[in-house]
T-cell receptor, first 112, second 111 residues
């Protein structure tokens, strides 16, 4: 399967701990997106990379959040000093063309 | 961020019935996408629409890009139990990088 891959699929962490999620996009895709989704809501945009450049960040991405895509391939999303409000599914998506994106299976975060 | 309005919020239908749902925006989009999401999984792309007025089918699914560019419709014919899930619409501006998602339509198919 050569779809978007995310790891880990599930993470339970204590409040105040740091967590990191990894995303491997579809191999030839140069665009990579992170979204957050809470129960009963649609995905909300967090940030976007074209190759290794982070071109857009949402206001949802507070100072505790940082995303990287060092070599223009895989990406990481780190959340520092987690809060209960960070509990959500974190979705990664990638695209080759500007106007179609493909999602991974998501990484569930539960902050206790 | 902007969220698109989807309706209905939920649907309970008998197997074999047809389903219609729609999505509206206050802004014009140049692309509309429709996704299906199963519990605990990421959204899976069903249909992509790139031109106003475009009508596209994928098996039993048919979607249309509204003429005003502010809405889109998804129809599912002869529903089956595996159609159960949450359907999301998404729109993107031509020059934008951000995809905006609807609030979802939850579909339950009763065998």
């Amino acid at each position: 399967d050569t779809g978007v891959s995310q790891d880990p699929r599930h993470k339970i962490t204590k409040r105040g701990q740091n967590v990191t999620f990894r995303c491997d996009p579809i191999s030839e895709h140069n665009r990579l997106y992170w979204y957050r989704q809470t129960l009963g809501q649609g995905p909300e945009f967090l940030t976007y990379f074209q190759n290794e450049a982070q071109l857009e960040k949402s206001r949802l991405l507070s100072d505790r959040f940082s995303a990287e895509r060092p070599k223009g391939s895989f990406s990481t999303l780190e959340i520092q000093r987690t809060e209960q409000g960070d509990s959500a599914m974190y979705l990664c998506a990638s695209s080759l063309l500007r106007n179609t994106i493909y999602f991974g299976e998501g990484s569930w975060l539960t902050v206790v | 961020g902007q969220q698109l309005n989807q309706s209905p919020q939920s649907m309970f239908i008998q197997e074999g019935e047809d389903v219609s749902m729609n999505c509206t925006s206050s802004s014009i989009f140049n692309t509309w996408l429709w996704y299906k999401q199963d519990p605990g999984e990421g959204p899976v792309l069903l249909i992509a629409l790139y031109k106003a007025g475009e009508l596209t089918s994928n098996g039993r699914l048919t979607a249309q890009f509204g003429i005003t560019r502010k809405d889109s419709f998804l129809n599912i014919s002869a529903s089956i139990p595996s159609d159960v899930g949450i359907y999301f619409c998404a729109g993107v501006y031509y020059a934008g990088n951000q995809f905006y998602f609807g609030t979802g339509t939850s579909l339950t198919v009763i065998p």
